[in-house]
C-alpha cells in the first residue's frame, strides 16, 4: 500500500522567506507526526497531531514554526522567515494510533536548503 | 531528562564480520524501545519494537535485545546490502507515541 508521502523532496530557498513542507499520511493513520533531522544528528521532534485533540507543539524551536493537519489527514509544516539554521530534512510520520506502541512509518523527508 | 545514546558513531565491517550495535537510554517509564534502519535519502524504515527486558527479535541476519539500561542490535555475517544508518528510539511515558531517537550508527559493510 502507499506510504507516508512528503512534498517537495527537496527546496531551495533564501534567507527570510516563508515555506510550507506537505505531509499525506498513510490511510487510516490518526496520529502524524514532524521531526526535524539536521546532518549527523538525531531526529528531533517537532509537533504531534493526533485525532481532534489538541497537537503538541512541544518540540517547536521557535514561533516561526507552525503546522496545521487538515480534516485529519495531510498537514503542513510552515516555517516563516527562514534562517540558514533550519536548514535540515523534515521527516514526517503517522501510525495507526496515538496511544500504545505502534510503530511510527516515516515518509522520505524534504530536504530543505536555506542560502 | 530522556536521553538515548548510541554507539559507536560509526562501525565498518568486511562481509561476515558479525558485531554489535549499542543503545543506551534514561527514560522514566519505558513502553518501547524501536530499532529503525535509515538508507541515504530516504526516511527510517521500521525494524524492531521491544517492550521489556529479556525479550528478543529477530529478522534475517538482525537480532536486537534488550535490559533495563540498553539494547543491542547484533548483525550476523552481515552483507554489503545491510549498510545502512541504524536508529534506536525509546517511547518514555505520558501517554501517546511520541519517540525519542539517538544520532544513529552509521554501518558500512565490505565485501
Known amino acids: 500500500g502507499a506510504g507516508v508521502s512528503q512534498s517537495p523532496s527537496n527546496k531551495v530557498t533564501e534567507k527570510g522567506k516563508d515555506v510550507e513542507l506537505r505531509c499525506d499520511p498513510i490511510s487510516g493513520h490518526t496520529a502524524l507526526y514532524w521531526y526535524r533531522q539536521s546532518l549527523g544528528q538525531g531526529l528531533e521532534f517537532l509537533i504531534y497531531?493526533?485525532?481532534?485533540?489538541?497537537?503538541?507543539k512541544s518540540g517547536l524551536p521557535s514561533d516561526r514554526f507552525s503546522a496545521e493537519r487538515t480534516g485529519g489527514s495531510v498537514s503542513t509544516l510552515t516555517i516563516q522567515r527562514t534562517q540558514q539554521e533550519d536548514s535540515a530534512v523534515y521527516l514526517c510520520a503517522s501510525s495507526r494510533v496515538g496511544r500504545g506502541n505502534s510503530p511510527l512509518h516515516f515518509g522520505n523527508g524534504t530536504r530543505l536548503t536555506v542560502t | 531528562e530522556d536521553q538515548v545514546t548510541q554507539s559507536p558513531e560509526a562501525l565498518r565491517l568486511q562481509e561476515g564480520e558479525s558485531s554489535s550495535l549499542n543503545c543506551s537510554y534514561t527514560?522514566?517509564?519505558?513502553?518501547?524501545l524501536f530499532w529503525y534502519r535509515q538508507d541515504p535519502g530516504k526516511g527510517p524504515e521500521f525494524l524492531f519494537t521491544l517492550y521489556s527486558a529479556g525479550e528478543e527479535k529477530e529478522k534475517e541476519r538482525l537480532k536486537a535485545t534488550l535490559t533495563k539500561k540498553e539494547s543491542f542490535l547484533h548483525i550476523t555475517a552481515p552483507k554489503p546490502e545491510d549498510s545502512a544508518t541504524y536508529l534506536c528510539?525509546?517511547?518514555?511515558?505520558?501517554?501517546?507515541?511520541?519517540?525519542?531517537f539517538g544520532a544513529g550508527t552509521r554501518l558500512a559493510v565490505h565485501p
Open positions: 527514560v522514566s517509564g519505558l513502553r518501547g
Open positions: 528510539a525509546v517511547q518514555a511515558g505520558g501517554g501517546y507515541n511520541k519517540l525519542i
Open positions: 497531531f493526533q485525532g481532534n485533540s489538541a497537537p503538541d
